[in-house]
């Protein structure tokens, strides 16, 4: 499963051994926004316990402890249109919505899916991929979360690895990362894409799209 991460991801593995140390701190992590949705001054930032600001990309760890089960940190909620992402040009990278030549982006109608982004990851602009001849985009790993409950934007929840999608954008390799909240139903009995196109038809070819 980690491999699938990629070869930055993989050179973060000591946060494993601290893993539990980790999760405990960042379990008291909290969200708070600034100005207002919509606008391009909108924020979601993020503090621990102690009131210090931390990143979401930087100081939330990757690994949980358990095997194929990763925590991933959600910007876009299931069945909405702005699209919002982790601002990793930022001091403490807060969530924004995007702007492309001056103007906020949305996407053409609402995604079904919950899509976020891999903690202490990155795809590494340098690194080109031997079958996409591609290299990273130079953002954190992404990840379309299917499972059926709509997540809050901030959310962080450990998911279940499910598969990968290698996206070409702009000359840019992309990696989708499929996955599945395991406190979802259906977690239990998905455990590959093989899995998700016998039992969530549709739902490969609509990422895809």
Same mark, same amino acid.
């Given at each position: 499963?980690?491999?699938?991460?990629?070869?930055?991801?993989?050179?973060?593995?000591?946060?494993?051994?601290?893993?539990?140390?980790?999760?405990?701190?960042?379990?008291?992590?909290?969200?708070?926004?600034?100005?207002?949705?919509?606008?391009?001054?909108?924020?979601?930032?993020?503090?621990?316990?102690?009131?210090?600001?931390?990143?979401?990309?930087?100081?939330?760890?990757?690994?949980?402890?358990?095997?194929?089960?990763?925590?991933?940190?959600?910007?876009? #909620?299931?069945?909405?249109?702005?699209? =919002?992402?982790?601002? /990793?040009? !930022?001091?403490? %990278?807060?969530?924004?919505?995007?702007? $492309?030549?001056?103007?906020?982006?949305?996407?053409?109608? #609402?995604?079904?899916?919950?899509?976020? =982004?891999?903690?202490? /990851?990155? !795809?590494?602009? %340098?690194?080109?991929?031997?079958?996409? $001849?591609?290299?990273?985009?130079?953002?954190?790993?992404?990840?379309?979360?299917?499972?059926?409950?709509?997540?809050?934007?901030?959310?962080?929840?450990?998911?279940?690895?499910?598969?990968?999608?290698?996206?070409?954008?702009?000359?840019?390799?992309?990696?989708?990362?499929?996955?599945?909240?395991?406190?979802?139903?259906?977690?239990?009995?998905?455990?590959?894409?093989?899995?998700?196109?016998?039992?969530?038809?549709?739902?490969?070819?609509?990422?895809?799209?």
């Amino acid at each position: 499963m980690r491999p699938a991460l990629g070869a930055a991801a993989a050179a973060r593995r000591p946060l494993a051994l601290a893993a539990s140390a980790r999760a405990r701190a960042f379990a008291s992590v909290t969200s708070h926004t600034e100005g207002e949705v919509g606008t391009p001054a909108y924020r979601m930032r993020f503090k621990d316990a102690s009131g210090k600001e931390v990143s979401p990309w930087h100081d939330i760890p990757l690994y949980t402890g358990k095997d194929g089960v990763v925590n991933a940190l959600f910007e876009i #909620p299931k069945n909405t249109k702005p699209k =919002m992402e982790v601002a /990793t040009k !930022e001091a403490n %990278n807060p969530i924004a919505q995007d702007v $492309k030549k001056g103007k906020l982006r949305d996407y053409h109608g #609402p995604i079904f899916w919950n899509y976020g =982004m891999f903690p202490q /990851t990155w !795809e590494d602009p %340098n690194l080109v991929h031997s079958e996409t $001849k591609c290299a990273g985009d130079n953002d954190p790993v992404d990840v379309v979360e299917i499972g059926a409950e709509a997540l809050p934007q901030g959310a962080v929840e450990p998911v279940k690895v499910l598969g990968t999608l290698a996206m070409i954008d702009d000359g840019e390799l992309d990696w989708k990362v499929i996955a599945i909240r395991t406190s979802d139903p259906l977690a239990a009995e998905l455990s590959d894409i093989g899995d998700v196109e016998a039992k969530c038809p549709g739902v490969i070819s609509g990422i895809r799209e």
